[in-house]
């Protein structure tokens, strides 16, 4: 965080009370602080070193506790947001299905920063290719194409089949731009 996390301790009058303990310690979202035990100042503020987000897009929260004090603990909340994309991922992964049938759940592919959040504001498009094609003659198809556009982070593949069985096919998803592609897991074309 840009800013430190500080409390003010006050008597019953509002006055400042310095001396006084302070824990702080983060209680959802994961991340680090330092020096989480402080005492207050002659201003009666009490400040945290310094707080380190998780990695986990979401809420973040932190606590300020001192023993006896009415209004304590006092909670802080911040909220991580993804980073920018690093990679793709399968999010449905393609499943065993019949020649010429449209593989069912559609296959899904999101965007993801480095530590697996999705990631929604930058649109991605994302072709989707046969990886490892056993019979080395086999066709991926789509009545409409093989590339989409990533929709909230997630491009979606509701009409994709093969024309050849044989097993442990695999779809690999690759994207517009310098990012990682994907490779799905293995599955079956059955006749």
Do not use: C, K
């Not at 602080?33 to 945290?48: N, Q």
């Amino acid at each position: 965080m840009a800013t430190a996390p500080e409390v003010r301790v006050t008597d019953l009058s509002g006055n400042p009370v310095s001396g006084v303990s302070v824990t702080f310690a983060v209680t959802g979202g994961g991340g680090n602080i330092t020096g989480g035990a402080a005492t207050t100042d002659g201003l009666g503020h009490a400040t945290l070193g310094s707080w380190t987000l998780g990695t986990t897009a979401g809420s973040n929260t932190l606590t300020a506790t001192s023993a006896g004090l009415a209004g304590s603990p006092v909670t802080f909340t911040a909220t991580g947001t993804a980073g920018a994309p690093d990679h793709l991922s399968f999010t449905v992964q393609p499943s065993t299905t019949q020649a010429f049938a449209p593989i069912t759940p559609a296959v899904e592919v999101a965007v993801l920063d480095a530590f697996g959040n999705l990631v929604t504001g930058t649109p991605v498009d994302v072709t989707i290719s046969l990886g490892n094609n056993p019979s080395g003659f086999a066709f991926l198809d789509s009545p409409t194409t093989l590339t989409r556009t990533t929709v909230n982070g997630v491009a979606s593949f509701g009409d994709l089949n093969i024309d050849t069985p044989d097993v442990a096919y695999t779809l690999v998803a690759t994207p517009n731009i310098g990012i990682t592609a994907a490779t799905s897991i293995a599955f079956d074309i059955t006749p």
